[in-house]
């Protein structure tokens, strides 16, 4: 909570409050960004940083913003294609002792999204899991349909990614569940509120960074999840 200290929300500038107009798209995407890092660490201190606007400009400035307020990893559900001059906006979620992870999208196999295709940042794809009938100790886990994943028209291919269909950086890096889970949403009027089923990589993402967290492991990059075989 707030009041013992374990989260906390700030404006793009750092500042708590002069927050931007409520937008339900994007505190659907707020909820269920904190409820899956929350999940994965519970145990982990969260802090929301919110854009004024869904914009280049604005969105870097929250990613520093997240950073000066001590982030040892950030979580991104938001993504475009890659447009030319994104090699020189890689650097903003590039920092030292601190692990960005994004969402790869969710429109299936195409070209890549722009932050998740950045060196430093790990991209996140997503999963289906299921419980078969026939064996109630065990899950199986394949690839989601929607979930995106390409190859990167900018950046290199990081050290050790296995697969020759890219001549550059593909993503995803790595995979979690993203499919059918369940939310509260606290971003619409109160008699409106409550549970509902989400799906995408906006879900996996936040997951992953919450793991992330939770081993202390900020700093980590693409090149190190295929280093230790992940």
């Not at 904190?34 to 660490?41: D, G, N, P, R």
């Not at 519970?42 to 990613?63: G, M, Q, T, Y």
């Not at 993503?171 to 059918?180: E, H, L």
Request: proline share 6%.
């Amino acid at each position: 909570t707030t009041a013992n200290g374990c989260f906390s929300k700030l404006n793009q500038s750092g500042e708590a409050g002069h927050y931007p107009k409520p937008n339900e798209s994007w505190g659907i995407e707020t909820a269920l960004d904190l409820q899956m890092v929350s999940a994965a660490c519970p145990i982990c201190h969260i802090v929301l940083v919110e854009s004024n606007h869904p914009s280049d400009v604005s969105l870097a400035r929250a990613e520093q913003t997240a950073v000066a307020a001590g982030a040892i990893v950030t979580s991104h559900s938001y993504g475009r294609m890659e447009l030319t001059g994104d090699d020189a906006e890689s650097s903003t979620y590039d920092h030292a002792g601190v692990t960005a992870v994004a969402s790869t999208g969710d429109s299936g196999y195409g070209p890549a999204n722009f932050p998740a295709s950045s060196p430093g940042v790990v991209a996140v794809g997503g999963t289906v899991l299921s419980h078969p009938a026939a064996d109630p100790q065990g899950w199986t886990e394949k690839a989601w349909s929607q979930a995106s994943s390409g190859c990167s028209a900018l950046f290199d291919k990081p050290a050790g990614q296995p697969g020759t269909a890219c001549a550059n950086r593909s993503v995803a890096d790595v995979s979690a569940v993203a499919s059918d889970l369940a939310i509260y949403d606290t971003s619409v009027a109160k008699d409106l509120r409550g549970w509902l089923t989400v799906s995408g990589t906006s879900a996996s993402a936040p997951l992953i960074a919450g793991m992330i967290a939770r081993v202390g492991n900020g700093g980590l990059r693409p090149a190190d999840l295929y280093a230790a075989g992940a």
